[in-house]
Nanobody, 126 residues
């Protein structure tokens, strides 16, 4: 079992920046890809970014390309999402997700991820 805990959300003005972290723990933590998803009020959850276990391969949704950066530090069991030039439409609850151990490549579908954090709120407003 893997436990994921996100942190770093908050309120930021348009054009500002935030950095999210997702710390993993549990006896089954291992070699797996991770993803960041978000869900805005009244909308379905959508993928934002994903990263392979090695960190060599990443994926970004078109809406965040050039503004968000996903990275990971396997020694710290932590994955990060740096968000720049934030827009009001980025407002959502952001979730960290992990694939099962052994699934080292990222996937852009929600069903590919087996473990989820509790989410952290990001609000972009003036």
């Amino acid at each position: 079992q893997v436990q994921l805990v996100e942190s770093g959300g908050g309120l930021v003005r348009p054009g500002g920046s935030l950095s999210l972290s997702c710390a993993a723990s549990g006896s089954s933590f291992g070699v797996n890809a991770k993803g960041w998803f978000r869900q805005a009020p009244g909308k379905e959850r959508e993928i934002v970014a994903a990263i392979s276990w090695s960190g060599a391969s990443t994926y970004y949704a078109d809406s965040v390309k050039g503004r968000f950066t996903v990275s990971r530090d396997n020694a710290k069991r932590t994955v990060y999402l740096q968000m720049h030039n934030l827009k009001p439409e980025d407002t959502a609850v952001y979730y960290c997700a992990a694939r099962k151990t052994g699934y080292t490549t990222w996937d852009d579908t929600e069903k590919a991820y087996d473990f989820w954090g509790q989410g952290t709120q990001v609000t972009v407003s003036s």
